[in-house]
Every structure is written in structure tokens, then in C-alpha cells.
């Protein structure tokens, strides 16, 4: 079982920064790629970035020069700094992780629960 936790969410003004984590736990064996969805009210889910296994990133065009992803495997654990905050930007982010587990053998997506991040004007 594999249990996805998210943090760093929260109310910010415009121009500032937060930083989100998102660690799994469980009997893991290994991670493959990493990303960073949100969700803004009435809208659909959208890809905001993504990390392989080698370090290869990739950004929504909206992020692009503001958002940074990495990740660090030792602890099984991607974050997302995001600096210079739109209103625009404020949505539910959910992380998404393509986890291998010692018993499953391949990978398989789990998503986290999701954390708030408010942008105010």
C-alpha cells in the first residue's frame, strides 16, 4: 500500500512564493515519473509539471520561468516551488506519482489528496 501525503499549501498575495511536498510512503520499490496537477474551481484538471526518473522536466506554457519541480528519491518525495504567484494560479494541487511497489512488481499512478493554494490580488 502506498500513502501519499501533501503539504505547503496556503494563502498568499500575488508576487509571493510557496513550495509544496508530496512524499510517499509504503513498501516502495521505486518512483518513475513525478508531477504536479491543479484543478481551479469549474475547470478541469490540468498538468502543471512533470519529472522523470533521470531529472527531465517538463512545464505547463503558465508556469513556465516561475515553477520549479524536483525531486528527491531518497525520500521518495517531489516538490513544486512556485515563485512570482498569480490569482490565476490559485487552484487544489494534487500530486501524482507512477510507483512501483515490492509487491506489484510495475508501476502504478497514486494521486494525493490534494492542498489548496489561494492567490490574492
Known amino acids: 500500500q502506498v500513502q501519499l501525503v501533501e503539504s505547503g499549501g496556503g494563502l498568499v498575495q500575488a508576487g509571493g512564493s510557496l513550495r509544496l511536498s508530496c512524499a510517499a510512503s509504503?513498501?516502495?520499490?521505486?518512483?518513475?515519473?513525478m508531477g504536479w496537477y491543479r484543478q481551479a474551481p469549474g475547470k478541469q484538471r490540468e498538468l502543471v509539471a512533470t519529472?522523470?526518473?533521470?531529472?527531465?522536466?517538463d512545464y505547463a506554457d503558465s508556469v513556465k520561468g516561475r515553477f520549479t519541480i524536483a525531486r528527491d528519491n531518497a525520500k521518495n518525495t517531489v516538490y513544486l516551488q512556485m515563485n512570482s504567484l498569480k490569482p490565476e494560479d490559485t487552484a487544489v494541487y494534487y500530486c501524482?506519482?507512477?510507483?512501483?511497489?515490492?509487491?506489484?512488481?510495475?508501476?502504478?499512478?497514486?494521486w494525493g489528496k490534494g492542498t489548496l493554494v489561494t492567490v490574492s490580488s
Open positions: 509504503g513498501t516502495i520499490l521505486s518512483i518513475n515519473d
Open positions: 519529472i522523470t526518473s533521470g531529472g527531465s522536466t
Open positions: 501524482k506519482l507512477a510507483v512501483v511497489t515490492i509487491s506489484r512488481g510495475y508501476g502504478m499512478d497514486y
